[in-house]
């Protein structure tokens, strides 16, 4: 990378602003009072603080979405289906392949969407022509495939009584069962976040298995919820599990060996489905969506619901849409209020001196990162080490830091918990990785690397899987910057002769120059 363009990166990205963190954390936990055998017929459920912007009919048992498409899993009607959502008003079928058998989940990495679906187990559909998917392999699992997470070059498939089983899928035309971990219970969901695998196993609760080595998975934490664990979602230290009709219970897995109840979110019925973003869960169930702010875990906080005629089987968050799979009720495209505010109000939380603010700094003799209030107080060291650290981002709920180390002897990009502890190094690769920034939902990492010969923008998820290269020319590529909604990256490209400024989808696709000026443009930021 030239003097110039690296100058730049250091001045743009030396600081960043992160949301604040509380001083107190109230231990309420929410609870609705339990409705006795007389309850009145109730009147029909209004949305609050969500609209509905489109909708497209069907069956919708699960819903992926990556960039301008939502893949949808057709239950045993209409198998996978793919919608073009680059208008949320006017959700547009583009293609679909039909499967025999129920179909439970989908999950989409690179060009491909990985099915569970139900006897047949798991199912690979090329999906780079979205108006013509086609299958090019399948695994077949022993019992029911409900869930599916893809990482690296392995498939993770909740199998019912089967439990865990890990796929290879690094030739997705041939997949073959690697190994398998026999959970207690059912298992219906897995999420995977760093070496650990995370299985709602249904009468078995939240089981916590190390695929550290895919080849040899094993046990190391578990917590039986007070009833059947269906779905789950990681983030940060928390995993969410709906719980049936004892609702969302939020579970602290900073020590995966002995996880343990923090809070609950009690649903108004059965609880299914849910995706963390930012500060929100958002919970499918029998009634529809919820949205609770889970700013502090062991008390969340509804700010928001929207009524399905269906049952909500399953939800996606991407930037300011919730995509809803509503079993026949189809899939509901729905926006929440730029601002949410309780429905409910919460226990009153001590005021703290304002938000936080991440800087680097050599004050102690090298290049550490720290953090200080917005008025410049509370200034704490956050890194540690003889090496240099810096270019900080904060992950959008405020609990992670990503930054750069060269700690291992090259530039590679970490994450650390807002405290500083908790790094986890994200990328291993002998060229340099610089410019981290965190995507909209939390859940992906944009970059730019020379790993490839020279630099360009590439996003990986936030545990360092699936690194994905997104530009691929001579010239030099970097400053990548995600747009709020989290469907676009602007970034500096030298691909036309000096600096301009393009943006492209966050799949790479539709790069589009938007500065054309002989002088130098760079540093691109989004605004709000």
């Known amino acids: 990378m030239d003097m110039a363009l690296g100058a730049a990166l250091l001045l743009a990205t030396a600081c960043g602003q992160g949301p604040g963190e509380p001083t107190a954390r109230p231990t309420v936990v929410l609870a609705t009072a339990t409705p006795t055998a007389a309850t009145p017929t109730p009147t029909p459920a209004q949305p609050e603080n969500i609209e509905l912007l489109g909708q497209i009919g069907g069956w ?18 209409s198998g996978l289906r793919v919608i073009d959502v680059s208008n949320p008003a006017a959700p547009v079928e583009l293609g679909s392949h039909a499967t025999s058998g129920q179909l439970d989940g989908v999950y989409v990495s690179g060009s491909y969407a990985y099915l569970a679906a139900g006897p047949t187990g798991l199912r690979v559909i090329d999906v780079s022509n979205p108006a013509a998917p086609v299958e090019v392999g399948s695994h077949v699992t022993p019992d029911f495939a409900h869930g599916v997470y893809v990482s690296g070059s392995y498939a993770y498939v909740a199998a ?33 976040s760093g070496p650990y695998a995370y299985v709602a196993d249904w009468d ?72 963390v973003s930012g500060s929100y869960a958002y919970m499918g169930g029998s009634v529809g969506l ?9 008390a969340p906080v509804k700010v928001g619901f929207h009524p ?52 680097c700094s050599n004050r102690d003799g090298n290049n550490e990162i720290y ?39 090259n530039g590679e990009i970490y994450k650390m918990k807002a405290d500083g502890s908790q790094v986890t190094r994200l990328t291993d690769n002998p060229a340099g990785d610089q410019d981290p920034l965190w995507g909209a939902d939390g859940n992906w990492i944009a970059f730019d690397s020379d790993r490839d010969g ?28 995600w747009s709020p909604d989290g469907n676009w990256i602007a970034f500096q490209s030298d691909r036309d002769g000096n600096g301009e400024i393009y943006k492209m989808r966050a799949d790479g696709s539709q790069v589009t120059r938007l500065t054309n000026d002989p002088a130098r443009d760079q540093d691109p930021s989004w605004g709000p």
């Open 60 to 77: 919708a048992s699960d819903v992926f979405v990556e960039g301008v498409y939502a893949y949808i899993a057709g239950g045993a009607r």
């Open 160 to 192: 019912h009584t089967s439990g865990l089983r890990v796929v290879d899928v690094s030739n997705p035309a041939s997949p073959y069962e690697v190994s398998f971990y026999d959970t207690p219970g059912w298992a219906f969901d897995v999420y995977i």
């Open 204 to 275: 078995g609760g939240l089981r916590v298995i190390d695929v550290s080595n895919p080849a040899s998975p094993f046990e190391v934490g578990s917590y039986v919820t007070p009833e059947f664990a269906g779905t789950v979602f990681v983030s940060g230290s928390y995993a969410y599990v709906t719980a049936g009709r004892s609702g969302l219970r939020v579970i602290d897995v900073s020590n995966p060996a002995a996880p343990v109840e923090v809070g609950s979110y009690a649903t108004p019925d059965f609880a299914s489905g849910v995706y």
């Open 290 to 298: 919820q949205v609770a702010d889970i700013s502090y875990p062991g």
């Open 308 to 359: 399905t005629p269906g049952s909500a089987q399953n939800v996606y968050v991407s930037g300011p849409y919730a995509y809803l799979a509503a079993s026949d009720g189809g899939l509901f495209i729905l926006r929440t209020a730029t601002s949410l505010s309780p429905v409910a109000t919460p226990t009153p939380i001590a005021a703290g001196p304002g938000p936080w603010i991440a800087l």
């Open 371 to 409: 953090r200080m209030r917005a008025d410049g107080s509370q200034v704490t060291r956050l890194t540690d080490n003889p090496a240099g650290d810096r270019w900080p981002a904060w992950s959008p709920d405020g609990q992670w830091i990503a930054f750069v180390s060269n700690r291992g002897g």
């Open 454 to 481: 020279n630099y360009e923008v590439y996003k990986m998820r936030a545990d360092g899987s699936q690194v994905t290269r997104l530009t691929n020319n001579r010239a030099l590529d970097g400053e990548p910057a």
